[in-house]
C-alpha cells in the first residue's frame, strides 16, 4: 500500500465508525419520544440500547457496501490472470497443504488431480508440492486416503509431488495440523497455501499468489475471496448466487478499508512459511473452556499474530479463481455456524487483550457479533413490542411517532437491502456478467426470491445462532444425530429433529402475540412465519431435486455456469472417472491381505515418524475377532492401534490369511 | 533372508529344509524351483497346501510348478517347526504362510521373531520412505502469548467502569428527553 494511502485509509475507518454510531443515534432519537411517554422503563431501556447497537452494527456493513460499490463503480474490471502481461517465473518453492478430518476421499482426491493438472498446465508445477495432511481417526478412511495416495503415487504423470502424512493423534485440530507442517516440513518451503478439503484453486492464481508474495516481502498472509461453488442444492445455489452477485462489492470495500489491516479465513490463502513458524505459534488462551483454552477458531488469530509481528495481511479482491463448496443442507450450514460460533465467541477474550493490533480487535469484534448479534435481534424483537405497547390506545396511528417509527423501520430495511441493489446496479450495467446471471429477467428474478428465502431463512438461523451463543457460553455443544441424508436432499425425519424446537416456539409466539394485539402478530409476522414452516422450508432448500429444477430454468445462475472454470470441469471430470467408493466397509480386510500395501504403510509410518507400539490388550483382542472372522467388527481404536504397529502388522497379515481360508482372500487382493 | 539365523534357530535334525530363493526380475517375481525329496505330498494337510500355494499366487507367483513346490516346501517346514518346537500362538497354516513370506520377501525374520524392527524400513514395498515425505527438518515454533488482559480492563474494573459510563449517559440524556416530550 502506498503510504500515501494511509492518511485516506484511516480517516475512512474513522468515517465510517462515526458514520455508524451516528446513525444509530440518529435511530434512538427518533424513537425515543415514541417509547418514552413519561418514566422509562426496563423495557424502554433495553429496546432503546439494543435498537442503538443493531442499527449501528447494520449501518456499519451498509457503509462498507457503499464503499465497495463506489470502487466497483470507479474502477469495475477485475484483472483476468490471463491477461496480466508481467509474469515472471517464481523462484521459491510453495507447499499446498490439503488438511483433511475423515473427509469423502473421493471429493478430496478429484480436487486435488484438478489441482494438480490446472498446475502442469501453468509448466511450473515443480515449484510446487501437495501435502495431503491427515488426521483422519476413521481408520477406514486412512486407508481409503493411503489407498488413493498410492494410486497417485504410482502414476508418473509429470506433476506435482504428493506427500502422505497422518497423524495419530489430532491435537490442535487443524491449526495443530498446519503447526506440524511448519515445524517438520516448513524449513523447506518459502510459502504455503493451507486449503479446505472442498478448495479448489486454479493453477494460475496459485501461481499469481506466489508472485505477488515475492514481490512484497512485508506480505505475511494473501487472503484470496473464495467463491462457494458446485453443490447442487437450492440452498447452496442460494448461496453461491448472493455470493457471486454481492460479495465482490462487499470484499472489495473490506478489503480496501482494512488494507494492510486484513484478515485470515483459514483457507485458500497464501502465507510466509517462516514469519508464520516463528510468530503464529498459538498458544491456549487462560481459563477454561468455553472462552478459554484451546483456540478453536485460530485464523482470525494467527491473522493478530501475522500483524503484530510487522507483517501485512492483504485481501485480494483483485484475484479470481479460488473457490469452495457450501454446505448442502441446512443443518449442515448450522452446523458449521455452531462451530464458527464456538470459535468467534473465544475471540470475546482477545478483544481486550494486550498487544492485539486495533483493527485485529474490530476482527475478533465483528465475528462475535455475527453470532450474537442473533440474541439481541431476538430480544429487540421480544422487548420492543412491550415498549410499544399502549402506543395505539393513547394515541393511536394518527399519532407523529408512530409514522417515525414506521419510517425508522423503512429505513433499517433500507439499510439491509440497499446492498443487494448495489449488486443488481452493478451485475445489470455489465453485459457479460448479465448475461452470465441467465439475463435480466433471470437476474432480477433470481435476486427476488434470494430475498425472500433470506427473509424466511433469517428467523431460523437467528433461532440457531442464540440457541449456539447460549449453549457455548454453557459449555455445551448441540448435536443432531443420525443426520441420514437423502440424495434428495434432507428427510421429513431429520428435519423434524432439527426444527420442530423452532416450529412450537413459532407457533406459540404466534399465538402469544395474537392474544395480546394482532397488531403484535403483525409485527412478528416476519419472524413466526419462518419458524413455524421452518421444517418444510428446510427440506425444500436442501433439496437438490429443486435446485436441478431451479438450475434448469436458469434461475439463481451465476457466470461461473456458463462459462465453467477450468478446475471445476476438472474436478467434475475426476469426480465422475472416480472408481474406487469413498467409503468400502472391506477396506481394512483388504489392508490386512496385500503385502505390498502394508508394505508401504509401514514406510508411510516409519518416513512421517507414526509408529507406536499396540499393547497387549489390543493385541489379544484382535486375536480373538479374527480367530472367529470377525475382522469387520474390530472397533476403530483397535484398528488404528495396530495401523499404527509394523509388527503387529505382519503378525496378523498371516493371521487373516489363515482365517479366510474359502478363497475371500485371493478375491481380495485382486480387488 | 537370513537363512543362517533361520537354521541356528532350528534343530539340526530337521531333514529336507531346502530354503526357497526369491528371484525378482524386471517384470515378475519367481522362486527357484525347490527340489522336494519327498515328492509325494499326501501326508501334507491339502487345505494347508491350497492357502499357502494362493499366498504365493498372490504373491506375484505365476508359475505352477514354482507356486506348488514352494507351497510343499513352506508346509512341511512348518509341520516340521511345530513338531520340534511347539508354538501355541502359531498354527502350521500361519508358519507356513510366515514363511512363504519370509522367503517372498514380505517380512524379515527379525519381525517374525517378534522382535522390534522399527528401524528396518518394510521390505516388500512399492514406495520409498522419500516418496512419503521429504526429509524432516525441526523448526521451533513457539507459542505466543495470548488472552493477557489490558491493565485497564482487568476483571475487577472493566464492569465497575462500563456501568458508570452508562450510568453518566444516561443521567445526561434522560432529562433531556423528558424535557422534550410532549406529555
Not at chain 1, 472408481?579 to 514406510?603: A, K, M, N, Y
Request: proline share 6%; aromatic share 10%.
Amino acid at each position: 500500500m502506498p503510504a500515501s494511502e494511509k492518511p485516506v485509509i484511516h480517516f475512512a475507518r474513522f468515517g465510517l465508525l462515526a458514520a455508524s454510531l451516528v446513525v444509530g443515534f440518529f435511530a434512538t432519537t427518533i424513537m425515543w419520544p415514541a417509547i418514552v411517554r413519561n418514566q422509562a422503563s426496563v423495557a424502554d431501556m433495553i429496546a432503546i440500547s439494543l435498537l442503538f447497537v443493531l442499527t449501528s452494527w447494520t449501518a456499519l456493513w451498509f457503509g462498507v457496501s457503499v464503499i465497495g460499490f463506489a470502487l466497483v463503480l470507479w474502477n469495475p474490471k477485475r484483472e483476468p490472470l490471463k491477461r496480466r502481461i508481467h509474469k515472471p517465473n517464481p523462484f521459491t518453492h510453495t507447499a499446498i497443504l490439503l488438511p483433511v478430518y475423515n473427509e469423502d476421499t473421493t471429493l478430496v482426491f478429484a480436487g486435488l488431480q484438478a489441482m494438480r493438472e490446472s498446475l502442469g498446465k501453468t509448466g511450473q508445477a515443480d515449484h510446487f508440492d501437495f501435502f495431503l495432511l491427515s488426521d483422519s481417526t476413521n481408520p477406514d478412511i486412512w486407508l481409503a486416503e493411503e489407498k488413493r495416495w498410492r494410486q497417485l503415487c504410482r502414476a508418473s504423470d509429470g506433476l506435482s509431488k504428493v506427500y502422505y502424512r497422518h497423524r495419530r493423534v489430532n491435537t490442535g485440530r487443524k491449526a495443530g495440523n498446519i503447526a506440524d507442517f511448519c515445524k517438520r516440513w516448513g524449513a523447506a518451503y518459502d510459502f504455503m497455501i493451507p486449503l479446505d478439503a472442498d478448495s479448489l484453486v486454479e493453477g494460475e492464481l496459485l501461481l499469481e499468489m506466489v508472485r505477488q508474495m515475492e514481490a512484497n516481502p512485508q506480505l505475511g498472509i494473501l487472503q484470496t475471496p473464495p467463491l462457494p461453488l458446485g453443490s447442487s442444492s437450492l440452498l447452496s445455489r442460494s448461496q453461491q448466487f448472493i455470493s457471486r452477485l454481492c460479495g465482490p462489492i462487499l470484499s472489495r470495500g473490506f478489503a480496501w478499508l482494512t488494507g494492510a489491516d486484513g484478515n485470515y479465513w483459514g483457507h485458500n490463502a497464501i502465507i510466509r512459511t517462516a514469519a508464520f513458524t516463528r510468530y503464529c505459534g498459538l498458544s491456549e488462551l487462560p481459563g477454561q473452556q468455553p472462552l478459554g483454552g484451546e483456540i478453536l477458531s485460530h485464523d482470525f488469530v494467527e491473522a493478530a499474530l501475522m500483524r503484530r509481528a510487522g507483517y501485512e495481511v492483504r485481501l485480494a479482491t483483485d484475484l479470481v479463481g479460488s473457490y469452495e463448496q457450501s454446505p448442502t443442507t441446512l443443518p449442515e450450514y448450522a452446523q458449521r455456524d455452531q462451530r464458527w460460533c464456538q470459535g468467534n465467541m473465544q475471540h470475546t477474550r482477545l478483544i481486550v487483550s494486550r498487544f492485539i493490533a486495533p483493527m485485529n480487535r474490530f476482527h475478533f469484534f465483528t465475528g462475535m457479533l455475527a453470532y450474537v448479534s442473533s440474541p439481541l435481534w431476538m430480544l429487540f424483537l421480544f422487548v420492543s413490542p412491550l415498549a410499544f405497547w399502549g402506543m395505539r390506545t393513547r394515541h393511536g396511528f394518527d399519532d407523529p411517532s408512530v409514522w417515525s417509527g414506521i419510517a425508522l423501520f423503512a429505513g433499517i430495511m433500507t439499510l439491509l437491502l440497499l446492498p443487494r441493489l448495489f449488486g443488481l446496479i452493478v451485475a445489470l450495467g455489465n453485459a457479460e456478467a448479465r448475461r452470465g446471471f441467465g439475463g435480466t429477467f433471470r437476474l432480477m428474478s433470481s435476486t427476488a426470491f434470494e430475498l425472500v428465502l433470506s427473509v424466511l431463512l433469517a428467523p431460523i438461523m437467528m433461532a440457531f445462532h442464540t440457541l449456539f451463543v447460549f449453549t457455548t457460553l454453557q459449555g455445551k455443544r448441540v448435536e443432531w444425530n443420525s443426520q441420514h441424508r437423502t440424495e434428495e436432499g434432507l428427510s421429513w425425519g431429520d428435519a423434524w429433529r432439527v426444527h420442530r424446537g423452532q416450529t412450537f416456539a413459532g407457533i406459540a409466539l404466534a399465538a402469544l402475540a395474537y392474544l395480546l394485539s394482532p397488531t403484535m402478530l403483525l409485527w412478528l409476522a416476519p419472524i413466526v412465519t419462518g419458524l413455524v414452516f421452518s421444517i418444510p422450508l428446510s427440506i425444500f432448500i436442501s433439496s437438490s431435486a429443486w435446485g436441478d429444477r431451479f438450475r434448469r430454468l436458469g434461475l439463481l445462475q451465476i457466470p461461473e455456469e456458463t462459462d465453467v472454470p477450468d478446475i471445476i470441469s476438472r474436478f467434475q471430470y475426476h469426480l465422475r472417472h472416480s472408481q474406487t467408493p469413498s467409503r468400502d466397509p472391506r477396506v481394512f480386510e483388504q489392508f490386512l491381505l496385500d503385502p505390498q500395501w502394508i508394505g508401504d504403510h509401514i514406510v508411510s509410518l516409519q518416513a512421517t515418524q507414526g509408529v507406536a507400539r499396540a499393547n497387549l490388550h489390543t493385541l489379544q483382542r484382535v486375536r480373538w475377532n479374527m480367530a472367529r472372522q470377525r475382522c469387520s467388527e474390530l472397533s476403530p481404536a483397535d484398528k488404528l492401534a495396530l495401523l499404527s504397529d509394523p509388527n503387529a502388522l505382519h503378525h496378523f497379515h498371516f493371521r487373516a490369511w489363515s482365517t479366510l481360508r474359502d478363497g475371500k482372500a485371493e478375491s481380495h487382493m485382486r480387488n | 533372508m537370513d537363512h543362517v539365523r533361520d537354521l541356528k534357530k532350528h534343530p539340526a535334525h530337521i531333514k529336507n529344509y531346502q530354503p526357497i530363493v526369491l528371484e525378482i526380475g524386471k517384470d515378475s517375481i519367481r522362486l527357484s524351483p525347490v527340489r522336494d525329496d519327498r515328492a509325494d505330498n499326501a501326508d501334507l494337510p491339502v487345505e494347508t497346501l491350497s492357502l499357502v500355494a494362493d499366498y504365493v499366487r498372490a504373491n506375484g507367483v505365476r508359475d505352477p510348478n514354482e507356486i506348488a513346490a514352494a507351497a510343499n516346501g513352506c508346509v512341511r517346514r512348518a509341520q516340521q517347526l511345530c513338531e520340534h518346537t511347539p508354538d501355541g500362538n502359531r498354527t502350521v497354516e500361519q508358519l507356513a504362510l510366515e514363511l512363504a513370506g519370509e522367503q517372498l520377501g514380505v517380512v524379515s525374520s527379525q519381525t517374525l521373531a517378534g522382535e522390534p524392527d522399527e528401524s528396518a524400513v518394510a521390505s516388500y514395498k512399492v514406495l520409498n520412505l522419500s516418496d512419503v515425505v521429504p526429509p524432516i527438518e525441526r523448526t521451533p515454533m513457539p507459542e505466543q502469548p495470548l488472552g493477557d488482559l489490558h491493565p485497564v480492563v482487568q476483571p475487577h474494573t472493566w464492569p465497575k467502569a462500563i456501568f458508570g459510563a452508562t450510568r453518566e449517559v444516561l443521567s445526561l440524556v434522560i432529562p433531556r428527553f423528558r424535557l422534550s416530550s410532549p406529555d
